[in-house]
Nanobody
Framework: VQLQAYGGGVVQPGGFLRLSCAASGSIFSIYAMGWYRQAPGKQRELVTEMLSGGSTNCGDSVKGRFTISRDNAKNTVYLQMNSLKPEDTAVYYC??????????????WGQGTLVTVSS
């Protein structure tokens, strides 16, 4: 399973960015798609994820500001980030949990995209 993420960059505080991540490969079904982030000197943490039934989990620090959505036909997940703060600065990683066409459960990570919030 391969993941390709897009959309990182530099934005001023209060601004917005949209990340996208497309999954490809031997995918039979997708259990979860989501985003994690890792700031310098900190552990990787969950930003938000969406499960196959549509339910979501979200980190407390981004509630009300970040929104996850999925296009199942394109195996793509999006992260709309609004009201960005300097503390949102991090490398954002796309993550998917799938069942492959071989019937194997696989947990895959994207290459990471840098989001910098700075004036």
């Amino acid at each position: 399973v391969q993941l390709q993420a897009y959309g990182g960059g530099v934005v001023q505080p209060g601004g917005f960015l949209r990340l996208s991540c497309a999954a490809s490969g031997s995918i039979f079904s997708i259990y979860a798609m989501g985003w994690y982030r890792q700031a310098p000197g900190k552990q990787r943490e969950l930003v938000t994820e969406m499960l196959s039934g549509g339910s979501t989990n979200c980190g407390d620090s981004v509630k009300g500001r970040f929104t996850i959505s999925r296009d199942n036909a394109k195996n793509t997940v999006y992260l709309q980030m609004n009201s960005l703060k300097p503390e949102d600065t991090a490398v954002y990683y796309c993550n998917v949990v799938v069942v492959t066409t071989q019937g194997v459960r696989a947990n895959s990570w994207g290459q990471g995209t840098l989001v910098t919030v700075s004036s």
